[in-house]
């Protein structure tokens, strides 16, 4: 007989061995010519081997034949414990086998975000170590396969892994866990930790046991014995097992007096980066499992992807990816993002992006001709049509300045505003004015320009707004703007000036986004349009780390398979220092497309939604844009002074500059009268009915009656007017225009459209609101009579 001696004392029980499969008794009574039979012996103590050569053992054995039937009776013996162990064994593997657990092999995914380098590292810890381990996270964050991962990367892997929900042990009569199937009862059937005898045991929703129960479980952590349950009058009894165990709960769980390695799963949501890495990994599985070849996923079904809640987290993403893999149709090698209709983020709810429908509309804007391609046209008009206005003819049915700019300009941009928000600031020519003589004197003196007084302009810049607006109406009602050429070009000057002045002083466009009258009123109105940029707030914060939208960047080279070559492009960052994910509504997005330009990620969005959708949910109201409000709507009363004057008896009154005071007395109390009329309705409604929000709150529903008011009263200049550019063209130019073709209508369809834009201001005004207020309708009574109130003094004075 030959001993291998490994050690003197073994440091665990690697192996468990009966008498007789260390040193079997077939072996000692073999044949001396068979082959040799080796085994290993793992001591637990200090222990002495005694050994007889071959020859002397055989010897003493044909000297006492007694020793042969000595040892083929212990042999009879251990033949009957072998099959009382199998029977044993058999009855165990049941017990054990619907709670058995496949564990992860081969290639495993945690992420890449921070979150998961970290819990590579909590794993190593785990695995080296045969503690127990608690794991703390809501349901489908990967708590059973974290579990197996350690498991299999363990000491252990070669045992069984087994998992018990503790939510589905049966209850007792009184209502309480029965925790037999766990712990085992004295004198019935074993318990699984007992059962499994050596492994790894996965418990999880451990905060369903009691406070009893789970002393039991940190009692066999620390010792290795099991407390059987037992009567109240029965001794308790403990029995070994050798399972390591890892727990699992939802809430933050201790053990009194156990070491565990403590590891807390992040749901779904909270670590989008790794979004991207968990998709692609349960794409290329599901595809293995049908025998498919692989499917990828476009940046937009990405952008779907990392946009969405999860409240179902990892298991929930599994499950949208399967469907998605069994939706894709044979042969298509891209999900379809008809496979991927539950995947809905609640910002996107009614949204569809533009710039996913129409492939073309993206090349278009990423294309260096937009927006500044557009500029060389608009300043090829404007400055012609402003030169005009000083050195033309000053009436309005000569001048192209004039004509320009009241029958077209306004007319055109007022009715945009529904449709596509604050484009026109994208190719404002003040703006470009100001921008080209930036960069040309950057060029000519290069220097650093002032950062913005954000503080300041935050508080007050609004308010500078309003007061310039104040001013530009009472100029333009005063001096007759309408029907002076010269005049009216001043104007443009004048705004033109500011733009160039501060763009001068100050870095990218703090005029447009704060000081500009007409920026202001594009900001507010453009809260009604039908589209809007954005972007997917967790695409931004879990993939991109430079903000080239915002800060500026050289150009990022893109990720994605189909890019365009023009994507990811280097740009100085957002004019208005905007960030597309930080947006709440259309004010301060000038639709420049330069976060589109330098987004590497396909991040940004243009939406096509329902109109005034930024006033429906959580909209930012304040003081200063509410005024704003109210002097554009006070302005259409003031522009029909005259009518109202006559209506109340005084038809001699002359609104002019020559009467300066008594007429902006005039003029001032008609721009204010809104605001009285808005605020006393809202009194009378909060009195009726107290739930009733601020009055801040519900004066944003009259902003679609504002637009529209303002629509309506420049309808007959475009209809009677606008139609008549090459006539008026010519005679700017000293010739007669005679035969030139005009496409004008009548006064009387000019009217009718006036109507019309009347009663869609009433009805687009009723939703926002109801939404606004979140009042039934009988609530709103009080400013429902004003609304058709509004109605009918815009029918007495344009139709």
């Known amino acids: 007989m030959e001993v291998n001696r490994l050690s003197p004392i073994g440091k665990s029980l690697i192996r468990q061995r009966s008498a007789g499969e260390l040193f079997g008794y077939v072996s000692l009574l073999a044949n001396p010519d068979s082959a040799r039979h080796q085994t290993q012996a793992i001591a637990l103590t200090a222990s002495e081997i005694w050994f007889l050569p071959q020859a002397q053992f055989h ?39 619907d709670y058995i657990h496949a564990v992860p092999t081969g290639e495993t995914i945690l992420g890449s975000s921070k979150f998961s380098q970290k819990l ?86 451990l905060q369903v046991l009691s406070g009893e129960a789970r002393d039991r479980l940190a009692h066999y952590c620390n010792t290795r014995n099991i407390l059987l349950n037992a009567a109240s009058s029965e001794p308790p009894k ?203 004197s950057l060029w000519l003196f290069p220097r650093q320009q002032l950062p913005w007084p954000t503080r300041w302009l935050n508080r007050w810049g609004a308010w500078v707004l309003f007061g310039g607006f104040v001013v530009i109406y009472l100029w333009e009602k005063l001096w007759d703007l309408p029907h002076h050429a010269y005049l009216s070009t001043w104007l443009l000057l004048a705004i033109t000036a500011g733009a160039v ?81 930080q947006l709440q509504d259309n004010r301060d997005c000038v639709l420049c497309m330069t976060c589109l330009k330098a987004c590497p990620h396909r991040s940004v969005q243009l939406n096509l939604r329902f109109p005034t959708s930024d006033l429906l949910d959580n909209h930012q109201a304040f003081w200063a844009e509410a005024a704003l409000l109210w002097l554009l709507l006070g302005g259409v009363l003031m522009h029909h002074s005259q009518r109202i004057l006559a209506g109340l008896g005084y038809p001699a009154i002359p609104i002019d500059a020559d009467h300066f005071l008594s007429s902006a007395a005039i003029a001032l109390a008609l721009l204010s009268l809104p605001a009285m009329a808005t605020y006393l309705t809202h009194a009378i409604a909060r009195f009726l009915d107290p739930k009733q929000p601020d009055y801040l709150t519900v004066i944003y529903a009259y902003l679609p009656f504002t637009l529209a008011l303002n629509l309506a009263h420049y309808v007959p200049a475009a209809m009677t007017e606008a139609g008549q550019i090459l006539p008026v063209l010519a005679r700017t130019l000293g010739l007669s225009g005679t035969g030139l073709p005009t496409l004008t209508w009548s006064a009387d369809v000019a009217a009718f459209v006036q109507g019309g834009t009347l009663l869609s201001a009433l009805v687009f005004s009723i939703y926002p609101l109801l939404r606004i207020t979140q009042r039934p309708l009988l609530s709103n009574l009080p400013h429902l009579v004003l609304m058709v109130g509004l109605t009918a003094a815009g029918f007495w004075l344009f139709v």
Not at 80 to 89: D, K, L, T, V
Not at 534 to 563: E, H, L, M, N, W
Request: aromatic content about 10%.
């Open 120 to 205: 590579r590292a909590v794993i190593d810890q785990a695995t080296a170590t045969l503690q127990p381990v608690v794991l703390q996270g809501s349901p489908g964050t990967g708590k059973t396969f974290l579990a197996g991962l350690i498991h299999s990367r363990s000491g252990l892997a070669e045992q069984p892994f087994a998992e018990l929900d503790c939510a589905q042990l049966p209850r007792s009569a009184d209502g309480s866990l029965d925790t037999d199937r766990l712990f085992g009862r004295l004198g019935g059937a074993p318990g699984l930790i007992e059962l499994l005898e050596r492994g790894t045991l996965f418990l999880s929703n």
């Open 59 to 97: 010897h003493l054995m044909q000297q006492y034949a007694e020793l042969e039937h000595l040892f083929n009776a212990l042999l009879a013996q251990d033949l009957n414990a072998f099959s009382i162990r199998i029977a044993q064994e058999q009855r165990r593997i049941q017990g054990v086998r």
């Open 238 to 440: 403990a029995v070994q097992s050798w399972v390591r165990l890892i727990l699992a709960s939802p809430e933050k769980l201790v053990l009194p007096g156990v070491e565990a390695i403590a590891i807390k799963l992040f749901s779904l949501p909270q670590r989008k980066a790794d979004i991207p890495d968990f998709a692609h990994h349960f794409l290329a599985r599901f595809c293995q499992a049908q025998n498919r070849p692989s499917l990828t996923l476009d940046q937009a079904d990405l952008r779907r992807l990392i946009s969405y809640d999860y409240p179902g987290n990892l298991s929930e993403l599994a499950e949208i990816l399967h469907r998605a893999v069994i939706m894709t149709p044979p042969g298509q090698v891209v999900i379809p993002e008809q496979a991927l209709w539950s995947v809905q983020s609640a910002k996107n709810a009614f949204r569809v992006d533009l710039l996913t429908q129409l492939p073309w509309l993206r090349q278009v804007l990423l294309s260096r001709w937009y927006p500044e391609g557009l500029w060389i046209v608009m300043m090829a008009v404007f400055v012609p049509v402003t030169l005009a206005g000083f050195l033309g003819p000053q009436t309005r049915d000569s001048s192209v300045t004039l004509n320009f700019f009241w029958a077209w300009w306004w007319p055109v941009y007022l009715l945009l505003f529904v449709f596509i928000g604050r484009l026109w600031c994208a190719v404002c020519p003040f703006m470009i004015t100001a921008e080209w003589l930036r960069r040309f």
């Open 501 to 581: 002045i501060f763009s001068l002083i100050y870095e990218r466009r703090l005029w447009c986004r704060y000081l500009c009258p007409i920026g202001g009123m594009n900001g507010m109105f453009a809260k009604l349009a039908m589209v809007e940029l954005r972007s997917t707030q967790q695409v931004c914060g879990s993939q991109c780390s430079t903000f080239g939208c915002y800060k500026g960047s050289s150009a990022t080279p893109v990720i994605f398979a189909d890019a365009l070559p023009n994507e990811g492009q280097a740009t100085g960052g957002c004019p208005l220092y905007s960030h597309p994910a």
